[in-house]
């Protein structure tokens, strides 16, 4: 059972619009939400992340929307960029090991 | 650099035998974490380590998986009788246990193994 879901799987954008990627999640117990952001062949780098105890959080173009009572967060990217392709992974964990358990990507595509 | 370091990047060997693998956390990092990712799918869990101690093993940890961190700095990931399953990108990250980073996880840029 896929404890975080994510969705859309895939993404197609054009440059300056926005991105939007949707995730969900049953487990209560998740208290810290990241999103990475990875590119062919490398390593997943870390985005933006959010706790329950805000509702939004911005860094630069990069957005996180938090709705606890629904249990649902969300990435918005502002200005969408061709640099921007790339999958990006919604996580979240919880207890003492904070392993973190993650959705099945959303590959983005932003058109020039 | 003081990022997470992984080697080798790139691994070629024929089912049946041993393959190790290291991972060098950020210096001041006490957490190490290793996942396991399959093309197109998300990384999966398999180890985690505070300090020297492993904490705790996932269940797509089989016996003939075994990890180290001796000294609480590097780790080793190995690999015994590949099977083609086990092609995948086995990825290292670390984290600092203060409260304040609130386990920020920064990830090597992993090690692909092809089983042939």
């Known amino acids: 059972q896929q404890q975080v879901k994510q969705s859309p799987q895939s993404l197609i954008v054009q440059k300056g619009g926005i991105s939007i990627i949707n995730c969900a999640y049953e487990?209560?117990?998740?208290?810290?939400f990241p999103w990475y952001q990875q590119f062919p062949g490398k390593g997943p780098a870390l985005l933006i992340a959010?706790?329950?105890d805000v509702s939004e959080k911005k860094e630069g173009r990069f957005t996180i929307s938090f709705n606890k009572s629904a249990k649902q967060f969300s990435l918005h990217i502002m200005d969408s960029q061709p640099g921007d392709s790339a999958t990006y992974f919604c996580?979240?964990?919880?207890?003492?090991?904070?392993?973190?358990?993650w959705g099945l990507g959303t590959s983005l595509a932003v058109n020039p | 650099d003081t990022g997470v370091s992984q080697n080798p990047r790139h691994k070629i060997t024929k089912r049946g035998q041993n393959v190790t693998f290291r991972c060098d956390p950020i210096?001041?990092?006490?957490?190490l974490y290793w996942y396991r990712q399959t093309l197109g799918q998300g990384p999966e869990f398999l180890t985690y380590?505070?300090?020297?101690?492993?904490?705790?093993k996932s269940r797509l940890l089989s016996d003939r998986f075994s990890a180290e961190r001796p000294k609480g700095s590097f780790s080793t990931l190995e690999i015994q009788r590949t099977e083609q399953g086990d092609s995948a990108m086995y990825l290292c990250?670390?984290?600092?246990?203060?409260?304040?980073?609130?386990?920020?996880?920064?990830f090597g840029p992993g090690t692909r193994l092809t089983v042939l």
């Open positions: 996580a979240a964990n919880a207890g003492n090991n904070r392993k973190l358990i």
């Open positions: 487990n209560t117990a998740f208290d810290y």
């Open positions: 210096s001041e990092h006490n957490r």
């Open positions: 990250a670390s984290s600092s246990s203060d409260v304040s980073s609130y386990n920020e996880q920064f």
């Open positions: 380590f505070q300090n020297e101690a492993q904490l705790e």
């Open positions: 959010i706790r329950p």
